[in-house]
C-alpha cells in the first residue's frame, strides 16, 4: 500500500498558469519534503516542514510556496510556472531527529509536470 | 556543504555480469549514507543504509554496499546483475544531526541481455 501519495501523477499546465501539487501521507510523519527534479538530474530539495515550521532553501524562487495544512496533507504551489518548471516533483516524509531510524526518506510516486 | 561525486552517468552492463555503482562523498564528522533507486516515472525507492555498525550493508535483492570512511566512499555491488535491475541509481548523504539528504547525480544502469 502506497504510504506517501502524490496527485495527480502528472499535470500539464499553461505558462503563468497557477498549478498546485499535492502530497498525503500515512506514515504520521513529522517532516515532509518537496524536491525538484530535472532530467538525468539529481533530486534537489526545495524545502521542507518539520511540523508546522517551514524551511526554505537559499536557492528556492519565490515563485515555489508550500502549505501544509494538517501532519497528512501537504501542497507545493506554482504561482507562475514558466518553461524551466517543467520536471518531476517528488514529494518525501520522514521521522523526526529522535527517532530510531535516522530520518530515512520515504518517497512518493512524484508528479511529472508539463508547462506548455 | 556536503557534496556526493557519482562519477560513473551510465553504466551498461550484460545479464549476470557483475557490477559496481561509485559513490564518493565530501567528508564529515558523522554521516548517514543511503542509496535509492528510481525506475522510470517512479519516485526513489530506498535499496540500502548505512547509519552505523558494520560497515558492510545488503538490501533484499541482492546489492550491497561498504562504507569506507578513509577513501570516503560507499560504493554499490551486486555480483550478477538482472534485467530488471535497469534503473537510475542515486547515492545520498545525510549529515549528522541534519534532516536534509544530499543527493548524488545518478547512474543509470543498463543490463542488457
Known amino acids: 500500500d502506497a504510504m506517501v501519495i502524490q496527485n495527480p501523477r502528472y499535470q500539464v499546465t499553461q505558462f503563468g498558469k497557477p498549478v498546485t501539487l499535492s502530497c498525503s501521507q500515512t506514515?504520521?510523519?513529522?517532516?515532509m519534503y518537496w524536491y525538484q527534479q530535472k532530467s538525468s538530474q539529481a533530486p534537489k530539495l526545495l524545502f521542507h516542514?518539520?511540523?508546522?515550521?517551514?524551511?526554505n532553501e537559499a536557492d528556492t524562487p519565490d515563485n515555489f510556496q508550500s502549505r501544509r495544512p494538517n501532519t497528512s496533507f501537504c501542497f507545493l504551489d506554482i504561482r507562475s510556472p514558466g518553461l524551466g518548471d517543467a520536471a518531476m516533483y517528488l514529494c518525501?516524509?520522514?521521522?523526526?531527529?529522535?527517532?530510531?531510524?535516522?530520518?530515512?526518506?520515504?518517497f512518493g510516486a512524484g508528479t511529472r509536470l508539463s508547462v506548455l | 556543504a556536503q557534496s556526493v561525486t557519482q562519477l560513473d552517468s551510465q553504466v551498461p552492463v550484460f545479464e549476470e555480469a557483475p557490477v559496481e555503482l561509485r559513490c564518493n562523498y565530501s567528508?564529515?564528522?558523522?554521516?548517514?549514507l543511503f542509496w535509492y533507486v528510481q525506475y522510470p516515472n517512479q519516485g526513489l525507492q530506498l535499496l540500502l543504509k548505512?547509519?552505523?555498525?558494520?560497515?558492510l550493508v545488503e538490501s533484499i535483492n541482492g546489492f550491497e554496499a561498504e562504507f569506507n570512511k578513509s577513501q570516503t566512499s560507499f560504493h554499490l555491488r551486486k555480483p550478477s546483475v538482472h534485467i530488471s535491475d535497469t534503473a537510475e541509481y542515486f547515492c545520498?548523504?545525510?549529515?549528522?544531526?541534519?534532516?536534509?539528504?544530499?543527493f548524488g547525480k545518478g547512474t543509470k544502469l543498463t543490463v542488457n541481455p
Open positions: 518525501a516524509t520522514s521521522r523526526d531527529l529522535s527517532s530510531g531510524d535516522k530520518n530515512i526518506q520515504y
Open positions: 506514515l504520521n510523519h513529522n517532516v
Open positions: 516542514y518539520y511540523d508546522k515550521d517551514f524551511n
Open positions: 567528508s564529515s564528522v558523522s554521516v548517514y
Open positions: 548505512y547509519l552505523s555498525g558494520s560497515t
Open positions: 545520498a548523504v545525510m549529515k549528522g544531526g541534519s534532516e536534509k539528504l544530499v
